[in-house]
């Protein structure tokens, strides 16, 4: 007898999406073999009658995840108890040898440089990021970015989500081989459909980069009213924010004005306060600020990241520091680990 296979409603519908636990990061969207699915207002929306082929449930993060199971995927084995932050090869600080890549990037540009010396060498025709919306600034778009230019272009944080996922199935449509950029979240949705595996979803990606991260916002509440309203501050007149325990908001008169963090908790998406994973402990290799100045924090984790963050290094891409020289970055990846942990027990 055919078992019969779950539809969106009865699994993400009622337990993923009505329980306040969908990330928003459009899998389950892309994947949908009958285009029933349409991503609204940063949720996926049945728009027409589920066919219940069973798929979406299967690569959806917050549907039947299990740790371990990802960890022996990725890793071929689970953590060791002193891997507080997830399995990994080599820590290093990194930035851009070039210049202008420096200056565009968020932290040291790293994640800039290692995407178009792949796109150069030919490992990758494209990467799945966030791209700019034209008329809203800050306000990040998915994109195939299938040149150098549209890389640099698309380079530096913006601290809300962005369903880099969507720019996938530009990828697969387009067939081009891809590296994902993307928040631990998404990294979690990339592994699912490579464990699935979805063979069409999974066959171009080439390599994941997670990006730590604490919490996003939405932009209606941090950019609209807390910039725009509360602080009166014109988003085109912004160069650049960072968060360096407070929100940092350099603006183009090279007035810098400030945020506490705590002043802006309530604009946290509310599926972040269920997300146990700071540092993307999934990625092939993982990048963040970590309270650096000019520098990225870098976590080597599996052997593809090494190959193609040593490809970067032997190519001169790439300018390294030892981490031991900035002690406190390493002590706060524990403890921002830690505390997303507490709040989100696995
Ligand atoms: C929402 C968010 C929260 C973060 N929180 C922290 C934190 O708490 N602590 C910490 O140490 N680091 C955090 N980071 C990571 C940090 O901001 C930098 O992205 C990281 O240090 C890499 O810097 P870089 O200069 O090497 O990257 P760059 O060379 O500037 O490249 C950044 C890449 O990220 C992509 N990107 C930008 N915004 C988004 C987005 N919203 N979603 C997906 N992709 C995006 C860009 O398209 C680009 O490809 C966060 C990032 C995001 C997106």
């Not at 650049?240 to 090279?254: A, C, Q, R, T, V």
């Amino acid at each position: 007898m055919n078992k019969r296979k779950l539809g969106f409603d009865e699994t993400l519908g009622k337990n993923v999406v009505s329980a306040n636990r969908c990330v928003g990061c459009a899998t389950c969207v892309v994947v949908c073999p009958f285009s029933c699915l349409n991503y609204e207002d940063g949720q996926p929306r049945l728009v027409k009658d589920c066919e219940e082929c069973g798929i979406c449930p299967r690569v959806c993060p917050k549907f039947n995840w299990s740790w371990s199971e990802a960890e022996e995927f990725v890793f071929g084995r689970r953590r060791r108890a002193d891997e507080d932050f997830g399995i990994s090869r080599k820590l290093i600080l990194a930035q851009a040898s070039d210049e202008e890549i420096r200056k565009k990037g968020q932290d040291g540009g790293f994640v800039t440089a290692l995407l178009i010396h792949s796109h150069n060498e030919g490992i990758i025709e494209g990467a799945a990021l966030a791209g700019h919306t034209e008329g809203k600034p800050f306000y990040p778009s998915p994109l195939l970015a299938t040149t150098s230019q549209q890389i640099l272009r698309s380079s530096g944080t913006r601290y809300t989500y962005s369903p880099n996922m969507l720019a996938l199935k530009e990828a697969v449509t387009e067939k081009k081989s891809l590296a994902f950029v993307g928040t631990p979240c998404q990294v979690h949705a990339v592994r699912k459909i490579q464990m699935f595996p979805l063979k069409k979803y999974a066959a171009p990606l080439q390599f994941t980069v997670g990006l730590m991260c604490t919490e996003s916002f939405t932009y209606k509440g941090l950019f609209e009213e807390e910039l725009g309203r509360n602080l009166n501050v014109k988003l085109n007149d912004i160069r650049k924010m960072n968060i360096k325990g407070k929100i940092l908001i350099h603006l183009k008169s090279g007035v810098t004005e400030e945020i506490s963090l705590s002043d802006v908790k309530k604009y946290v998406r509310p599926s972040c306060h269920n997300c146990s994973d700071f540092s993307a402990e999934l990625a092939d290799i993982s990048a963040g600020g970590l309270g650096l100045n000019g520098w990225t924090f870098v976590v080597v984790r599996t052997e593809k990241g090494e190959e193609i963050f040593n490809s970067a290094l032997d190519a001169e891409a790439l300018v390294i520091r030892q981490v031991e020289e900035e002690p406190f970055a390493l002590k706060l990846l524990s403890k921002l680990t830690k505390r997303k942990l507490k709040n989100a027990p696995r």
